[in-house]
């Protein structure tokens, strides 16, 4: 049965329930889990926040980031920052102006793109409704402040590009039949449906550019993080035709200034993607950063062709480099500060870059590089909230040795360490990005800066073997039925963990989201007597049912990763390993949080799994959200989870 109280009469509630709590820490009579509601927020057997809790996590939690988006023709930028619920879109009009917010609702807008040629005060955005991630497109005026929703209101939509001339936009999306990824393109001037292009025949198609004379799209069909395809399809027709290359990873593409190439980022059966050039006329391949061993994350090409700027991915920091491509030379940018580089786009003349950049002890900001100047410009500076700066720390990059070899030696696993500064031994979290194809890297996370600052917790974010950035081997190291390999992973980490003296290891816990709440149902299984307890975001508790319920446009992209639930071997292989058949063996506390919109792992997996670990005898905490999907955007629900979060941490390192 579900109770619903006014939000005073919940929160006494709680209180009470904590102090009961607190006086029988070893009760032996198991009570039913109370069930609650506030707001979208569902409570179920989740006590009130510890006072500790409530009274500093909040001065943690009140800052924001901005994001860069696009330029104007105008010389302002388009940001996305956070004033009140969610993140929205605004101008900022030259450098350190006011943010002038532009879009105004309770669901977030995302992926603004500013309109070239003849409307300069024009851009396109994305916005979903609950975390459903079926995003709906929406034309910007800035003239007279309207927007008109282009796509149909229920399908799911993305990737939008205008064209050079600024008339089209295309994207894809899955409205002819809700589950194959197909090309559109619209016609902004008129008020009709998008022309659908390229319809899929299996493909999972997205757009990566227009050619230089708008004639032409460049098309990725995503197969997998390892592999993929690059065609070109004729805007008029929809003919489309396979670039000659090897079935590849590819990160990027776009077409050359002239149209004759497109510069592209392959593995190309190698280990990383390196940025590249292929001559559409011979085929002909050529590498342009063969000297670098890691991955190019991102890149982008003037508009006149002659600077083209990438970012690799280095142990997982960002290393920003500029090429003049006439002069033939690589420019180094000074100026800019370290630390996490994203959503690099030039400006209409092509001689400025702009760009989000963030580290572990600075949130994101708008950043940009003058080419004829040399010049690196802030444009944004976020708040911390009332934070002191000087207490935030550094990540540490380490690497520990695992169960088994590369080579003929210990293969070794990356990891990043945020130690607090007083003496331990110190309790551990072990934070377990998703994924898999994921990568844990330093960037601003205020929750973990107030573990380690607040509550005295050593974070530590592993990127056991499946992880990106190390290499397409190491990618590929957990696919189908090496899955249980990256939770042994794990298990080598709680052993390195016990030969540190300023770690205790009889205070370990371990959470993660989406994948990484798989990871963490598993470790628990797998390690249950070295961990006080686990939180599983939105985890997947069975690949079969997982796989099943999944949105039908993902199933056959994860089946590649995980397995086919379909093969009668496969499905006896993914029921053996998921938690939810073992879940007999989780005996410690677990924090289950979940978005009840959730296409990707749908609430069923958590549901299940609250239900079989309670009838085992185990205590759960539940947390779910209405209005929320694969994870939690929105502030005062974020904040809420947060503050569960921090309370079941603090609980366990006491216990």
Request: neutral net charge; charged residues 25%; glycine residues 10%.
């Amino acid at each position: 049965m579900t109770y619903r109280y006014t939000a005073r009469t919940l929160l006494s509630l709680l209180a009470t329930s904590l102090v009961l709590l607190g006086a029988t820490p070893a009760a032996t009579q198991p009570v039913a889990p109370q069930r609650t509601e506030l707001g979208a927020l569902v409570l179920d057997g989740v006590p009130a926040h510890s006072a500790r809790v409530t009274r500093t996590l909040d001065t943690w939690l009140a800052g924001r980031s901005a994001g860069f988006q696009d330029f104007l023709a105008d010389g302002s930028v388009l940001i996305s920052t956070r004033f009140g619920d969610v993140a929205q879109i605004h101008r900022v009009a030259a450098p350190g102006a006011d943010r002038e917010q532009l879009t105004f609702e309770s669901e977030p807008a995302t992926g603004a793109r500013g309109q070239p040629g003849a409307r300069p005060g024009t851009f396109v955005f994305a916005r979903d409704r609950g975390g459903n991630e079926n995003a709906q497109l929406y034309l910007y005026s800035l003239a007279d402040r309207s927007q008109r929703r282009l796509t149909d209101g229920t399908s799911r939509h993305g990737g939008a590009l205008w064209s050079r001339d600024g008339k089209r936009l295309a994207f894809h999306g899955n409205a002819r039949n809700g589950t194959q990824q197909d090309i559109y393109v619209a016609d902004v001037s008129r008020t009709g449906n998008p022309r659908l292009v390229v319809a899929s025949q299996g493909q999972t198609w997205s757009p990566a550019d227009w050619s230089p004379d708008d004639q032409r799209l460049l098309l990725v069909n995503y197969i997998s993080v390892t592999d993929a395809e690059l065609y070109v399809a004729e805007v008029s027709s929809g003919a489309f035709r396979r670039i000659a290359l090897p079935q590849t990873g590819i990160g990027g593409a776009k077409f050359s200034a002239d149209g004759r190439g497109v510069f592209f980022t392959a593995d190309l059966g190698g280990e990383f993607q390196q940025l590249r050039y292929i001559d559409l006329q011979d085929s002909s391949v050529r590498t342009l950063t063969a000297e670098l061993e890691w991955d190019i994350d991102d890149f982008e090409v003037g508009p006149d062709g002659r600077y083209l700027a990438y970012v690799a991915n280095v142990d997982g920091y960002s290393r920003l480099a500029i090429l003049d491509l006439g002069a033939a030379e690589t420019l180094r940018p000074n100026g800019l500060p370290d630390g996490l580089i994203f959503n690099l786009r030039f400006n209409r003349e092509g001689n400025t870059l702009g760009m989000s950049i963030e580290s572990a002890r600075s949130p994101g900001d708008v950043w940009t590089y003058e080419l004829p100047t040399r010049k690196a410009t802030r444009w944004t500076r976020s708040e911390m909230g009332p934070l002191d700066p000087s207490r935030l720390v550094d990540a540490e990059l380490v690497r520990y040795p695992t169960w088994d070899r590369d080579g003929n030696k210990p293969r070794q696993i990356p990891a990043f360490v945020y130690r607090p500064r007083s003496a331990g031994p110190h309790p551990v979290v072990i934070d377990i990005h998703g994924g898999p194809e994921g990568q844990s890297r330093p960037g601003y996370n205020a929750f973990l800066q107030y573990l380690v600052n607040e509550l005295g917790y050593v974070v530590i974010q592993p990127n056991v073997r499946g992880s990106t950035g190390y290499g397409r081997r190491y990618t590929m190291l957990d696919n189908g039925r090496l899955r249980e390999d990256s939770v042994r992973d794990i298990g080598s980490l709680l052993v390195w963990i016990g030969t540190r003296n300023e770690f205790d290891a009889s205070r370990v816990a371990v959470m993660g989201g989406s994948y990484g709440g798989y990871m963490v149902l598993a470790s628990l299984i797998a390690y249950g007597e070295r961990l006080r307890g686990g939180i599983d975001v939105v985890g997947i508790s069975n690949f079969v049912t997982f796989l099943t319920n999944t949105a039908g446009y993902r199933r056959d992209l994860r089946r590649v990763e995980y397995g086919d639930e379909r093969d009668p071997d496969m499905r006896r292989f993914l029921q053996r390993i998921s938690p939810l058949t073992r879940a007999n063996m989780i005996r410690k506390p677990l924090l289950v949080v979940q978005g009840i919109n959730d296409p990707r792992v749908p609430a069923s997996e958590s549901e299940q799994m609250v239900a079989q670990v309670r009838a085992n005898g185990g205590e759960v905490w539940y947390l779910a959200a209405k209005d929320e999907g694969h994870g939690f955007r929105k502030k005062t629900n974020r904040d809420f989870y947060l503050k569960t979060a921090a309370t079941f941490l603090e609980e366990l390192a006491a216990r």
